[in-house]
């Protein structure tokens, strides 16, 4: 089975510092999460970043401080910013990190009920981001929070927006979205193109389960505390790392190995940014 990708969630936008102090949310604290979570098995990090008053942003300038700090202090993981941000925000202001030319970014691919707000991607939007990511030579990791975002992605493609390697992230158990089980799981994996990567996000309690079906059905995994905030039952979670190292400990005693972030940069097909720059 191929190596597994670890990404490492480690901030969002709707966690706070009061639901899990150890939320790191300062562009110090997020390259220090950052490491760790790479030092424990991850391979991506899924970065959402925060102004002074630790508010979800997408301002470009904060998101080029973060991911100099962490390049400058070393990581070699696959740095991916979210499109997505907050709910409410513009698609103005979502879509700046991607004008820092990374790796990869995320695309959201459906509007969705998300809690007691709502999350718009309409497919002109999605179609702009998807544009944009080609442009730019971006690869886009497909956010799919129901099964009909699934449809709009293979729509994308359909329309020649999404020709690289396709890569999936599906979220299961947003509140307002696909409930978090194996049976939802297995149905959208079961609708996925030949050839495309999976990996799977599982809300709150659902987050290791879900990682566990993932590690052997030949999925991949997101964990951090963008999802998911506690340890167990009734114990917080202590850092992202904390969470990543967990879950590496089970894919090896299931027999799974970890990806390195080169082995990652392989399995999506990406060339390494250094390549890209000198390209
Ligand atoms: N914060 C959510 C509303 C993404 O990163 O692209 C959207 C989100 C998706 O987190
Ligand atoms: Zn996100």
């Known amino acids: 089975m191929e190596k597994l990708i670890i990404t490492a969630a480690i901030c969002g936008a709707e966690v706070m510092k009061k639901d899990n102090p150890n939320l790191p949310v300062t562009p110090e604290e997020l390259t220090a999460a950052a490491l760790a979570a790479e030092q424990a098995g991850a391979s991506i990090i899924h970065l959402h970043v925060r102004d002074q008053q630790g508010q979800p942003t997408q301002s470009k300038e904060v998101f080029a401080r973060v991911i100099s700090l962490m ?19 513009t698609w103005q202001e979502r ?17 969705t009920n998300f809690g007691d707000t709502i999350f718009v991607n309409d497919l002109p939007l999605m ?23 699934l449809y709009n992605a ?21 509140p307002g979205a696909i409930k978090a089980s194996l049976k939802n799981l297995l149905f959208m994996v079961e609708l996925l193109p ?24 030949g999925g991949h995994v997101r964990v951090g ?7 167990q039952k009734g114990e917080l979670a202590q850092s992202n790392a904390q969470l990543v190292e967990r879950v590496a400990k089970l894919a090896t005693i299931l027999g799974r190995e970890i990806a390195s972030p080169a082995e990652a940069r392989t399995i999506l097909g990406l060339t390494s ?5 000198n390209n």
């Not at 390697?165 to 599906?170: A, E, K, P, S, V």
């Not at 505390?225 to 340890?231: A, H, K, P």
């Open 71 to 89: 390049q400058e202090q070393g990581l070699q993981a696959i740095i991916q910013p979210s499109t997505g941000g907050a709910a409410g925000m």
């Open 95 to 111: 879509i700046q990190p991607v004008y820092l030319l990374p790796e990869m970014a995320t695309l959201d691919c459906g509007t």
């Open 127 to 149: 179609r702009n981001f998807a544009r944009e990511m080609q442009r730019l030579d971006i690869l886009p990791e497909l956010e799919c929070f129901e099964v009909g975002h």
């Open 154 to 174: 293979l729509q994308l493609r359909k329309e020649g927006l999404l020709n690289k390697h396709l890569h999936f992230d599906l979220v299961l158990g947003v």
């Open 194 to 217: 030949e050839g495309a990567t999976w990996t799977v996000a599982g809300i709150g309690r659902h987050q290791l389960p879900l990682a566990t079906h993932a590690i052997l059905l």
């Open 225 to 231: 505390f963008e999802d998911n905030i506690y340890y």
């Open 273 to 277: 940014s250094k390549e890209k720059n």
